[in-house]
């Protein structure tokens, strides 16, 4: 279906237990993620998102974007490598480059490559010098409903020229089908360490043990702290995580939801995961057309580390794509009612 006044793309996919999931062309955004619960009259809405298409593009906490060329912060807005330096497009107001530049992949209309009632195929075709970055650059994104209340994302991508690359998608969760405080959930993730950073959110140095302080998630526990009154304090992070990676697909995040209705088991190939409990989602606007409230909902973005591209000390794969490689990463969202 395509929006007659904005020209945008409508695709739907759902599969044989109901799980619905409706993607907009532009970005290859997730609008809206739907579950139906025993006992619930309407399926459960698990993501933050706008009114309309357009309601939900015009926000700009990147609500369900496919995020690109390199998600996360690269700071200064500079990438060096052999001795070579490209200057890249800054946020305004910034001296750094967040999720690809202020025109990046998400602010893009990908070409629908193919899609079904169980799958949609996009793709999006990114020139040399695009946002800063060196080479030109195929990004495509797959997906897929294969069932059983799962959706898998397959990520990939090729180059002319040496490259850094990053994609992933942001959507933002909040699975009590309601955007109240995101940090009544409960959240496991299987990492040991944290990467430390500045007041602009920009890598400080060395990775860090988290054992005995607030990040450690290694056991599934409430985001925030639980008051006697019932409120939340405390839970504020923007943080990425080294998982404890394995080849293939491992676990990436656990999230149950504050009801403990639903529960969500994250996989990726990626090493890294982005936690954002949503600090600032104030300034944006939920499926009501009001302002949301802080702490909304929640993102898990499976990546590399912030800054990966000037930092190849770090203990993860190499970030940077050469010529005749192909970029390949996978996410797994499997859901669980109770």
Known sequence: MTDAMTGIQV???????GLRLALLDRGA????????LPGETTPRELLLGGATPQAHLDNTAYFGATIGRVANRIGGALIARKGRVWPLVPQAGSRHQLHGGPDGFHRR?????????RHARFRLLSPDGDQGYPGALTAEVTV???????VDLELRATTSAPTPVCLTNHAYFNLDGTPGDVRRHRLMLPAAHVLPVDEELIPLGPLQTLAGTAFDFRRLRTIGTLASDGSVGDGVYDHAFLLDAAPGLHPAATLCAADGRVRLEMQTTLPALQLYTGAFLARERGRDARALPAHAGVALEPQFLPDSPNHPEWPQPSCWLEPGQTWSHQIRYAFATR
């Not at 609008?31 to 139906?36: C, K, N």
């Open 144 to 150: 897929t409903l294969p069932g059983a209340l799962v």
């Open 109 to 117: 209309r990908w070409f629908v490559e193919s899609s079904s009632t």
């Open 11 to 17: 695709l739907t996919l759902e599969d044989d237990c």
């Open 29 to 36: 955004t997730w609008w809206s993620l739907q579950l139906p």
